[in-house]
């Protein structure tokens, strides 16, 4: 099973950007999702989270600007990015909690991160 982080990059304060995650190889099903991000010298946090149900969960720090969705046909989740601030600049990360088919078991998976640089 692959998480693959896409739609990161450069964009000025106020600006938008919009990330995808892809999940990929031997997937029975996905339960939740979400996306994490961690700054230099800082810890990794939490953005937002999604249920399959398509229920959102979000940060405080986040809440009004970001919207997170998934389409689980796909097998992806977005993050829609609007009224950026500096700050908001980290690598951004994705989970999923996933069933894998190979180990029918429920298995945490992290894809690699997308850079998010917010800056004038």
């Known amino acids: 099973v692959q998480l693959q982080a896409s739609g990161g990059g450069w964009v000025r304060p106020g600006g938008s950007l919009s990330l995808s995650c892809a999940a990929s190889?031997?997937?029975?099903?996905?339960?939740?999702m979400g996306w994490y991000r961690q700054a230099p010298g800082k810890p990794r946090e939490l953005v937002a989270t999604i249920t399959r149900e398509s229920s959102p969960n979000y940060s405080d720090s986040v809440k009004g600007r970001f919207t997170v969705s998934r389409n689980n046909a796909k097998r992806t989740m977005y993050l829609q990015m609007t009224s950026l601030k500096p700050e908001d600049t980290a690598v951004y990360l994705c989970?999923?909690?996933?069933?894998?088919?190979?180990?029918?078991?429920?298995?945490?998976?992290w894809g690699e991160g997308t850079l998010v640089t917010v800056s004038s």
């Open positions: 989970n999923a909690n996933v069933l894998n088919a190979d180990y029918v078991q429920w298995m945490d998976y």
């Open positions: 190889g031997s997937i029975f099903s996905i339960n939740d």
